[in-house]
């Protein structure tokens, strides 16, 4: 250390005063020019001095040394992070030891570090190391600050003496992969953490102890001059560090503490400091995420390649043989390896073919590292010649339709840029967040999601999953169209209009230019153009109207349109996010599907005598609990077809079970049971109507924190009302059943009071609302009310938009009360924050102008 430092303050507040000064001046200074470099070292030269100062009041043990470890050891202080120290000694602490170091630690507390700090004599720090790999890469990284230098010297020669370097690289290695699998292996996650992720600065800090500890340098510069690198890699790669190390530093000074996730909260004030500009329909901040992820894909491919590259000059296999693949490619190691470093350069067909050969070779679990860095340099060469090459469109199609690795293989495409070069389009949407509160990917992980989705319905060990859709995709020829579509199904987003149509336009000219049939074309085109469709019927119109069965029905023209839309909505819906799949929602889905396949298949039953029918199945059932035929009647005689229509057999027989005695209860009834598609509850309500019977039934639900998923209202020719709900909570399949005598006894309590209830303490089960998510509160929807006449002209049909919270549904409800609406059904469909919910209504409000416009407004205020 330089011995010319000024003299110590007298006291530590004078001490924590200049410190203070001295860091507020480097983070001036970095706002001036923004190098990252500079600022970390200031900071770090900052702690030096302070510590100086402050070991001439608080003294080192006797013969002690203090040493910097971790990052502040490396010569990088962050701006809040954690001041890491080891107070070296050179036999076990005594009392006065111990009563000096503690004044030390409790000193740097009072003027303001955080410190992580140790005290241990070397042999100590070699049995920590020797248990912890963790401990052993900060000691590697130790910087002598004051104290003893011999000491700090045979703690250095120990360490050296220590270090097993092949140990050391394979613990690290399980390390990362430990952590890449906490960020599931992406790098793309909506918030993800700069540090820690995939491809963030762990990353390169992980390759640079591996390399230090190897003895193949301590710099990206030296990694080179060691071979592992070229000089072009090292530049990138130390480029993508000073833009992580200062989006690191952004975060730090942005939120005033130590945070290293680019959280929502803070993207749009990140994306303003860097000069970020809205661009049309894409917000500053995903123009700012794109530039991350694009980083954060260069750093794990670089990554790839210096693992690889270290690894074989740790571990050599001289002995093995190499087996030859063609002209071209043979494999080494279990790896894919080029034959000439030049071969993409010679014939630029084979950087496709190389993907080929992954798939058609069962031996290869990877590419070598030289194969990589090959094709990483020669992407440049698919250009519109590429494309239009008949050869090249040829094997990119051979690629979807190989029967295995289509999933893996489409993956490392896009880690190497292969896959946006080739298609244009699908290069705008890399990297590219969606920000519509459901979607948990960004756009292209989102679709090779949905890609790898349809895989597994192929796959035997995955068939209990989704058993029909296993089912149906084993008759289903030319799959490959499937997985086509699923490429194109978002490519178009983020550019205004409807992607599904621009998408569509996408996917035919690729039809055209790949020579594709007809048919399939038309298939393909009419995937794109639909994959919202079939969700969107389900979950908000009415299945139990054989018009909208019809409807649909016209829509997709056959049953091979049918089972191929199914498939990939399925495969969609799964791939966005684990909050938007439910058992409800699979199961509107299923019979939509199922109803429509009976349509198209000619079997257009008469609805007369599917409502026998029902009404048998119904029967059948009862008599299996001991109910006596005609005792059903008093209750079937008060129900109208709709009524039945609208329920299945099972539906019915329970409600009848429970009713059949009390056809004109002066007390509510209520019943709850485990949902038939095995997920949430389904409750029935019994009692004579109310104009404020929704409402006060959505209240409880909110006080309950039971998400509706389901509503079908109905009244009976004598005036009793007789709804049915399907509500979600979280738990067990266990705690839910010991919810459900708790659900009937609080809500029949709830409906029996003359006023509405008082709103009580909520309970601490089952939070599935709450107030709104930070990302609806940073990126919100616009709510919308869309009214229009169902197509009878008998009821009206409101859809409303808007970003989820809870008592969100109380509040329509309410507002269905004041303007005196009846509810007939409700469709309550909520994707991640997002909720999308459709109700047939009817009422004498609506069959005025100026009444009408106010109930809109009112609606809308509700959603506000």
């Known amino acids: 250390m330089n011995a010319a430092l000024p003299l110590p303050p007298a006291t530590l507040a004078d001490l924590r005063a200049d410190m203070r000064a001295a860091r507020q001046r480097a983070i001036d200074a970095f706002r001036d020019h923004r190098r990252p470099d500079t600022l970390l070292t200031e900071l770090r030269r900052v702690v030096d001095h302070t510590l100086l100062a402050l070991l001439a009041l608080h003294p080192l043990p006797d013969g002690a040394a203090l040493a910097a470890v971790g990052g502040y050891g490396r010569g990088e202080l962050y701006p809040f992070s954690d001041v890491d120290i080891l107070v070296l000694l050179h036999r076990p602490p005594e009392g006065a030891d111990e009563e000096r170091i503690a004044g030390l630690v409790t000193a740097l507390w009072d003027i303001g570090l955080e410190p992580g700090h140790s005290a241990r004599t070397v042999d100590e720090c070699m049995a920590e190391a020797a248990k912890d790999i963790t401990v052993e890469t900060a000691l590697l990284e130790a910087r002598y600050l004051a104290g003893s230098r011999a000491l700090m010297r045979r703690f250095e020669t120990a360490m050296q003496e220590h270090l097993d370097k092949r140990a050391f690289f394979s613990a690290k290695l399980l390390e990362m992969r430990q952590r890449h699998t906490k960020y599931n292996y992406t790098p793309y996650a909506l918030e993800p953490n700069c540090k820690e992720s995939p491809g963030g600065l762990r990353d390169l800090q992980v390759i640079l102890w591996m390399a230090r500890a190897a003895g193949f340098g301590k710099n990206w510069g030296q990694v080179a001059r060691a071979g592992l690198l070229t000089t072009d890699e090292a530049r990138q790669l130390r480029r993508a560090e000073q833009a992580f ?99 993409f350069e010679r014939n630029p067909s084979l950087l496709l073919r190389a993907f080929l050969a992954m798939q058609q ?74 920000h519509d509160l459901f979607h948990a990917y960004t756009v292209d992980q989102h679709i090779l999601m949905v890609v790898r989705n349809l895989r597994r319905f192929t796959m035997p060990e995955h068939a209990h999953e989704y058993p029909l859709c296993s089912q149906l995709i084993a008759d289903f020829d030319r799959r490959w169209l499937l997985y ?43 995937l794109v153009r639909e994959h919202l469709t079939l969700s969107s019927v389900a979950q908000k119109q009415d299945l139990s109207d054989p018009g909208v069965i019809h409807q649909f029905a016209q829509r997709m ?82 129900l109208d077809v709709a009524y039945f229509m609208r329920h299945d057999a099972p539906e019915i027989a329970w409600h009848t079970r429970h009713l059949y005695r009390a056809v004109n209860s002066e007390e509510p009834i209520v019943r709850a049971r485990i949902a038939p598609a095995g997920e949430g509850l389904q409750i029935v309500v019994y009692l004579k109507d109310r104009p404020d019977l929704f409402a006060r039934i959505c209240g409880y639900f909110d006080e309950r924190r039971l998400s509706v ?19 979600l909570t979280q738990g067990t399949a266990s705690e839910q059943r010991s919810l459900l005598s708790l659900v009937e006894h609080e809500l029949k309590e709830w409906l029996s009071q003359e006023a509405a209830p008082a709103g009580r303490p909520r309970p601490a089960y089952g939070p599935l609302g709450g107030r709104q998510s930070r990302q609806s509160r940073l990126f919100p929807i616009s709510p919308s009310v869309d009214l229009r006449p169902d197509e009878r002209g008998q009821s009206w049909i409101l859809s409303v938009t808007a970003s989820d919270r809870t008592g969100l549904l109380y509040s329509l409800a309410r507002t269905f009360a004041r303007h005196g609406i009846n509810l007939k059904t409700a469709k309550v469909m909520t994707l991640g924050e997002r909720v999308e919910d459709t109700f047939l209504i009817d009422g004498p409000t609506l069959n005025n102008a100026r009444s009408q416009i106010q109930f809109e407004q009112d609606v809308l205020d509700a959603l506000q």
């Open 245 to 343: 190390k200062r989006l690191r530093i952004e975060l730090h000074l942005l939120t005033g503490r130590r945070e290293d996730r680019v959280v929502f909260d803070v993207q749009a004030a990140l994306a303003e400091v860097y000069g970020f500009k809205s661009s049309g329909p894409r917000r500053a901040s995903e123009l700012l995420m794109q530039r991350y992820y694009w980083a954060a894909k260069l750093v794990t491919q670089l990554n790839t390649i210096l693992v690889q590259n270290i690894e074989e000059r740790l571990f050599p296999r001289p002995g093995e043989q190499a087996q030859d693949i063609d002209d071209d490619f043979y494999c080494l190691h279990d790896r894919l390896e080029i034959r000439r470093d030049d071969a």
């Open 361 to 434: 070779n069962a031996t290869l679990t990877g590419m070598s590292a030289r194969t990589l860095r090959a094709i990483w340099h020669a992407r440049h060469l698919i250009d519109a010649q590429f494309r239009r090459n008949p050869v090249n469109r040829h094997l990119f199609v051979t690629i979807l339709q190989q029967p295995r690795g289509i999933v893996h293989e489409l993956r490392r495409m896009n880690d190497l840029s292969i896959l946006p070069r080739y298609l244009p389009p699908f290069r705008r949407i890399v990297g590219q967040m969606q």
């Open 709 to 727: 998923q389901d509503a079908r209202i109905h009244t009976t020719r004598h005036g009793w009302a007789l709804d049915s709900f399907i509500v």
């Open 484 to 526: 086509l579509a699923a490429l194109f199904h978002d490519i178009a987003k983020g550019r205004g209009g409807d992607h599904s149509e621009l998408g569509a336009i996408d996917a035919r000219k690729f039809a055209r230019d790949h020579g594709l049939a007809p048919a399939d074309a038309e298939l393909l085109e009419f």
């Open 557 to 638: 023209g056959d049953t091979r349109h049918l089972t191929a839309l199914y498939l990939l909505t399925v495969a969609d819906i799964r791939g966005t996010s684990p909050k938007v799949w439910n058992a409800w929602k699979g199961k509107l889905l299923e019979d939509l599907f199922l109803m429509t396949r009976r349509v198209l298949g000619g079997d257009a039953p008469d609805p007369t005598a599917v409502l026998e029918n029902r009404k048998h199945e119904a029967m059948r059932i009862l008599r299996l609990y001991g109910l006596a035929d005609g005792v059903q009647k008093p209750l079937w005689n008060q």
